[in-house]
């Protein structure tokens, strides 16, 4: 399959980042909450290798933020999660599932306390800014949503501490995972998270100035050239060996959280305002009849991506479907995620999956690829 | 500029059209509502000439419809739109500014009536679906909200009628402009609109079953085969010599519907039960300080598109930018629209544009291209 063209318009925003991300050699994008988001640079592999050994620069601009501020802030962040936010402090992160009435996922946001009555929602692909704002009025809460002027920007992989340290000072080192401190860079103060959407470590610095955006990238290049600092990207190869879900990819509104994997963010034994509470917990009684499993597919390397179900089978039984699958170099496999019916659910089980490269024998793994090292 | 590539995912949707789609030989896509719209075939200029002369066929399934149906379908629709539903009846089509509660432009989708408690939203770019469902919710109204499996391929050109009476028969010709009525194909119900995001004339077929996509398709190709028909979309120097307006491109939440010119589709004198009602009442007293015109640029073809705000000068001031631009063969001149102030508006001002191409002259116009032949 080749590779389409991408169009450029001003519907597809640019990021403050767009011009470096260009001159560093992006070779593919894809397009995500109306943004370009790179998807390569020198290639999928290489892109991997470097990841997994020295530091990344990502352009995550397109997580956008939701911003929830107000008296009633608490009362709406609480109605649209099963995750318990009550213990949430401020200074820290929450990945919660965001659902619909049914129970359905509509987004799995990673959320930042600012203050008492104001949450960041730094969403995935979807305009969740709807949903929350149309919530904030039918309901009449007193808070006011707006999608702020903020550009994350990720630093990703095992030498990413460092690098911050160099830029930001030593007290990188004492956020904590899924805590944000604020810091300094030419005066401005800045939010800098410990997370990301990669396993090999790292920070998210939520830009708030578009301004502030050349600099802050060319410093951390000048800074981190010992570092072999380079431009990335998510990488679909680490991802998929490390379990990360990609809403729209591997998950949508016609599944729940559970079936998702994602019970243990939902609180749903113990009332909350959740508007999914009560088609969740229904679902909970009989635990869910498919879930999200990390899968092995045998044989060469797929070559083209997964742009579409792949069906699995017991024979004739249709019995899941794969919706990420890429080869990985150092699992020496292709590594997939998909969903599979209960009945075939269990570590090991071996089905056939029916992909545009043929049929090809699948392995139902209880465990992401990098949990079972 | 190169022309970047685009990754593609099952996020990216493909459509029940894509296979044809890609064996006519698309050249680039964008991305519309979570799926792929292919933006050209020959080139945008064939393209352009081949659809003012005979026949295209958009797979346009990007269009999603919000299907809205129930009791309470007719009063949630009059929150959405300033624009009066009250006279629509069944069988009709309405363009309708959809805004929040600041009177912000959401989207601006052809709706249709399907029965007294049935609507199907036909929306731009967007995710509509979460705006209408979480007032629903919030509102408590007896509603359900879906995004049914339908996939619009839209006919356009002088010679679409001609293609449409040879595949459903005479009564095509008895369809008004933004009206629908039910046809058979292949033994199934198919709602045809005579509606499409052209001016060259057509029709919107509303498939609703994927296994009819590939046999409609092949039928339209071999019925129209002496008519000229190719594979076409939405085309850009077609629209903006015509004065459509692309949602996201001309006009976003920051954006009024009277700033886009779109107050004859508002009824705010008369109180309409519209959440933005009152804001757009308050700045409809005042008149919008902007709205959008149609402009002809100088100089030499545009080279890139433009992917962002290209700002209008007078002097050294600021005073509209410009947010689609493309050269047009038939007016010999750059066709473009944007936001100009009040100040500025008037048919025949000359200003100065910045754009990558260096400081051009511009020429603001009362009316569209197309309306001033």
Known sequence: MTVPALSISRRLRNTPFTDRVNTAGVKSYT?????????????????????????QVWDVSCQRQVSVKGPDAAILMQRLTP????????GQCYYIPIVDDQGGMLNDPVTL?????????????????????????????????????????????PKSAELLERVFGPAIHTIRFFRFQEFTFEGQSLIISRSGFSEQGGFEIYVNDPDLASPLWDTLFKTGQDLQVRAGCPNLIERVESGLLSFGNDMTSANTPLECGLGRFCQIENETNCIGHEALKKGAKEGPARQIRSIAIEGEPFISPCDDKWPLFDGEKHVGDVTSAVWSPDFKTNVALGMVNKS???DGTSLTIKTPQGPRTATILEKCFTDRK
Chains 1, 2 share one sequence.
């Open 31 to 55: 397009v995500y909450n109306h943004m370009l988001l790179p998807t390569s640079f020198k290639s999928m592999e290489e892109d991997y290798f470097h990841l997994k050994k020295h530091v």
């Open 344 to 346: 075939h659910w269990a």
């Open 83 to 90: 995750r318990n936010l009550t213990k949430m402090v401020v």
């Open 113 to 157: 306390k600012l203050a008492e009555d104001h949450y960041w929602i730094s969403i995935a692909d979807g305009d969740l800014l709807l949903w929350v704002k149309a919530l904030a009025i039918g309901f009449g809460l007193t808070v006011s949503i707006e999608e702020p002027d903020v550009f994350p920007l990720a630093i990703q992989g």
